[in-house]
């Protein structure tokens, strides 16, 4: 898909750098737009900036969340992924969810399965990692150990993982800024939606598409006068009623996943009817 859209994006005109790292802003002191400069000292001026960088960044200029205290930017949640082979299909992506995380199971190309779960690092400290380090090389065997949940050993039983487990640290689910200094925040760099929800890429394609239709319609009023304050104003609103209940109805089920394992029983007798609702409650609304 990156692909697409870089290609895509190429046709309509605009101007695409590949491989370059932005290293530093600047605000031009007038006021005016922004210097930007990349690790190849390179410098282009812009008028606005919209930032898509993840939601570990780090830019001179800016405050970042790859610098400064580290445990302020530290959260409880480790994601961990592996493609397996052998897995039987089914016409589903399904999720497991167990004391202290989840695993998705989703079908991706070449007959492989995906695997990826999010834990508590509480699982990790309680000493449920058998053999350290090296027990997460065999994912499979990993999960047996920490989510003791008979229906995903199932699915993995006899399955062959085909790719190294990688991992990502810290996690933190939450709502972001949608501004920072004069700067649009848009996808992961705005905010992490948990994983379980499944969207959080068409939640950083939607984010874009607002941010750049924030600052067209600036561009295009600007004649008319006002504040490029107003733009982000105006952009953080229309964020906050497009994602904002995602984030909320979320944070509710994620407490769900370290409950004990009656509410959890009990929450996932009441899936088949509020399962659609929890769904489209953490959608994305144009606003
Ligand atoms: C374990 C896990 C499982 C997930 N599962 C799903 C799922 O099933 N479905 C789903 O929709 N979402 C899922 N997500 C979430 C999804 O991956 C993100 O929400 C999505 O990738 C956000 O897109 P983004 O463009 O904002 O950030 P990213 O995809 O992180 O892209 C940011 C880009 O910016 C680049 N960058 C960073 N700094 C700079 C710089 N200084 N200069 C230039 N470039 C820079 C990075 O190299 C990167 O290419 C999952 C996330 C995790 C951690």
Redesign the pocket.
Known sequence: MDEALWRSDKQFGVEMIEG????QVRRLADGSGWEVE?DRQEVRHARFLIL????W???DGLRSPGRGEPRANYGPWV???AHFRGVSERDAIEMYFFQGGYC?L?PVEGGRYNA?C?VHRSLLQAGHLNGGAKAFTDLARWLRVVAQHPALEARLRGAQQVSPTLA?AP?RPARGPAGREGVLL????AG??D?FT???????LHAGRLAASVVADRAVAEGLGGSPADVTRRYACLLSRAAGRSYTVAALIRTLVRAPSEVQDLAAKMVPWLGTHLLHATRWRDP
Do not use: E, H, Q, Y
């Open positions: 370059n790292t932005v290293r990349d898509a960088c993840g939601r960044w780090r830019i994601g961990v992924k998705g989703a990826c999010l990502t996690l848009a996808g992961d760099a992490f939606l994983p499944g969207d959080g890429i068409s939640m950083a």
